[in-house]
């Protein structure tokens, strides 16, 4: 089995010859803060896992509580805005049930393991939210983890994702309609990530589909064609501005910025590391025939070697890279290895090199690599190799490349781009041709991932655990980081509709849990 991470309103002082009667009828906040040419009586927020407040790989109350759409739903109150219902969740666990037996994990806590390194855990406990259990909806908050632009709009949609059928207002509903039903009078729509991000955690192993036009041919990890997001977007803002409602509009971030792709290191193997440093000479000798056969091919680039002075990287899997294994088998075989061994090593290695600083390795690679990928040995004893011998070229980012779902590799990132950059360009456009604030998550979130961001507490970044603006998972915000982004959006709403909506001081929010309790 493979192992699979204050508002603060400055008041200038002014001096007063007579100012007592300045003091009989003070300003109260419901009469300061303005809705400007918005009107937040009715405000719906539609996306997906970022909107519903979901975090440490889980949707919980807490979490829930400290969406975005939550937080400014509170800081409408004070210009208007009426109530925001959510469909909470019934604990703090975030875990599903499925009729009494668990189906999704409970969310991660911070714990620190025997060797005192910190890292994220699963929180223990039986959840108590059973999806078979219905939550009375609508509700204000129309965010579904895992929902892809296509998804919103699709009839019966919640048959396929449990996390819209414990709220959807009938079997047949779309999330679009049950949004739409609340007839909002504003709302916002953040939606596309899931376009892009599931293709991106799983390390690429999907499939781009720019160029297919039906997504009911897409796979669960594909990026989904730009046209069809372009026009799948226009479809959602038609609907949601049909009764003259404003909004605003979010883009998609960078999202290979994350801490899911910037935590582990491409070079995380330290020749001061007891359990590696002393094979390198051995591993060294015995990529050297491959090397050599790497050279002759014209690709010495491809050359795998370990250093014993400094951290060296994996040895990955690279889709991108010309497949190469018959050749090389040929030639290794020219070279005096036995043609069984050399198939193998040519099946191996026929598209791996060593990873550098253009690679990405997903977080969760964190607990595969140098560990031996059972799978992959008992598939090596199929082919006649010893135990040990198929345990020897199994060890995972060191003799067995890394596998796809572990790397981002620089096709694969380039694909994420090019999605995206267009993905942003229909969501500014359709932003502009009908009035809505827009917002520029890309730009936000990218000042937090380069330098950070500061705040009256201190400075946001996005580091992994400690940078305060991600959740345990990596990709989803903690409560500081939604607030962040809260913030963001009232800025572009305040700018757009003259509006004066107060923004949230968020280093009154918290960051992740310590605690396994």
């Known amino acids: 089995m493979k192992n699979t991470i204050k508002l603060m309103i400055g008041l200038a002082t002014v001096g007063l010859v007579s100012c007592d009667a300045e003091f009989d009828n003070p300003v109260t906040e419901a009469g300061f803060y303005t809705s400007g040419t918005a009107d937040f009586t009715r405000y719906?927020?539609?996306?997906?896992?970022?909107?519903?407040?979901?975090?440490?790989?889980?949707?919980?109350?807490?979490?829930?509580?400290?969406?975005?759409?939550?937080?400014?739903?509170?800081?409408?109150?004070?210009?208007?805005?009426?109530?925001f219902t959510q469909p909470l969740m019934d604990d703090n666990l975030g875990g599903l049930l499925l009729n009494g037996t668990q189906v999704f994990n409970n969310r991660f806590v911070l714990s620190v393991d025997e060797n005192g390194n910190p890292g994220p855990v699963l929180l223990e406990g039986t959840p108590t939210t059973d999806v078979a259990t219905s939550a009375a909806g609508p509700f204000n908050n129309m965010g579904v983890p895992g929902a892809k632009s296509f998804h919103l709009a699709a009839p019966?949609?919640?048959?396929?994702?449990?996390?819209?059928?414990?709220?959807?207002?009938?079997?047949?509903?779309?999330?679009?309609?049950?949004?739409?039903?609340?007839?909002?009078?504003?709302?916002s729509l953040w939606i596309g990530n899931n376009d892009i991000l599931s293709y991106a955690t799983s390390g690429g192993i999907g499939v781009d589909q720019t160029g297919n036009l039906n997504p009911a041919t897409y796979g669960p990890n594909d990026i989904t064609d730009p046209n069809v997001f372009a026009a799948t977007y226009s479809g959602l803002v038609d609907a949601l501005t049909a009764n003259g409602s404003k909004g605003?509009?979010?883009?998609?971030?960078?999202?290979?910025?994350?801490?899911?792709?910037?935590?582990?290191?491409?070079?995380?193997?330290?020749?001061?590391?007891?359990?590696?440093?002393?094979?390198?000479?051995?591993?060294?000798?015995?990529?050297?025939?491959?090397?050599?056969?790497?050279?002759?091919?014209?690709?010495?680039?491809?050359?795998?070697?370990?250093?014993?002075?400094?951290?060296?990287?994996?040895?990955?899997?690279?889709?991108?890279?010309e497949d190469l294994s018959t050749a090389l088998t040929q030639v290794l075989i020219g070279g005096g290895l036995d043609p069984g061994t050399a198939t193998i090593y040519g099946?191996?290695?026929?598209?791996?090199?060593?990873?550098?600083?253009?690679?990405?390795?997903?977080?969760?690679?964190?607990?595969?690599?140098?560990?031996?990928?059972?799978?992959?040995?008992?598939?090596?004893?199929?082919?006649?190799?010893?135990?040990?011998?198929?345990?020897?070229?199994s060890v995972v980012g060191v003799t067995y490349p890394m596998p796809d779902q572990y790397v981002l590799v620089p096709v694969e990132q380039e694909a994420i781009?090019?999605?995206?950059?267009?993905?942003?360009?229909?969501?500014?456009?359709?932003?502009?041709?009908?009035?809505?604030?827009?917002?520029?998550?890309?730009?936000?979130?990218?000042?937090?991932?380069?330098?950070?961001?500061?705040?009256?507490?201190?400075?946001?970044?996005?580091?992994?655990?400690t940078g305060g603006a991600f959740s345990l998972d990596g990709v989803h915000p903690s409560p500081r980081g939604y607030a962040f982004t809260a913030n963001a959006i009232i800025d572009a709403i305040n700018e757009t509709y003259e509006a004066t909506i107060p923004k949230v001081a968020i280093g009154?929010?918290?960051t992740v849990t310590a605690t396994n309790n």
């Not at 979490?63 to 939550?70: A, I, K, L, R, V």
């Not at 509170?74 to 210009?79: D, E, P, T, V, Y």
């Not at 491409?266 to 050279?295: D, E, H, K, R, V």
């Open 44 to 83: 719906v927020a539609v996306g997906n896992s970022l909107t519903a407040g979901y975090a440490d790989g889980a949707l919980y109350i807490t979490g829930q509580e400290n969406s975005y759409p939550n937080i400014m739903a509170q800081q409408f109150a004070l210009a208007g805005g009426g109530e």
């Open 156 to 187: 019966g949609y919640g048959s396929a994702n449990p996390w819209f059928g414990r709220f959807q207002t009938s079997q047949s509903a779309s999330i679009i309609a049950d949004a739409t039903s609340m007839n909002p009078t504003f709302f």
């Open 248 to 321: 605003a509009v979010v883009n998609i971030p960078d999202v290979t910025s994350i801490p899911f792709f910037t935590t582990v290191p491409y070079a995380p193997l330290s020749p001061l590391n007891p359990a590696f440093g002393p094979q390198i000479p051995a591993l060294n000798a015995t990529y050297a025939q491959l090397n050599a056969a790497f050279a002759f091919l014209g690709v010495p680039e491809r050359s795998i070697v370990f250093s014993q002075t400094a951290a060296s990287g994996v040895v990955v899997h690279d889709e991108g890279l």
């Open 347 to 393: 099946m191996q290695y026929g598209q791996a090199r060593q990873a550098n600083a253009g690679d990405l390795l997903v977080l969760t690679s964190s607990s595969a690599i140098a560990t031996v990928d059972t799978d992959r040995v008992a598939e090596l004893m199929s082919f006649g190799l010893t135990q040990a011998q198929a345990g020897q070229l």
């Open 417 to 465: 781009s090019t999605a995206a950059t267009a993905y942003n360009a229909a969501i500014e456009g359709i932003a502009a041709s009908k009035g809505l604030a827009f917002v520029d998550a890309k730009s936000r979130l990218g000042q937090v991932a380069n330098g950070g961001v500061g705040y009256d507490g201190g400075v946001l970044t996005s580091q992994f655990v």
């Open 508 to 510: 009154n929010y918290g």
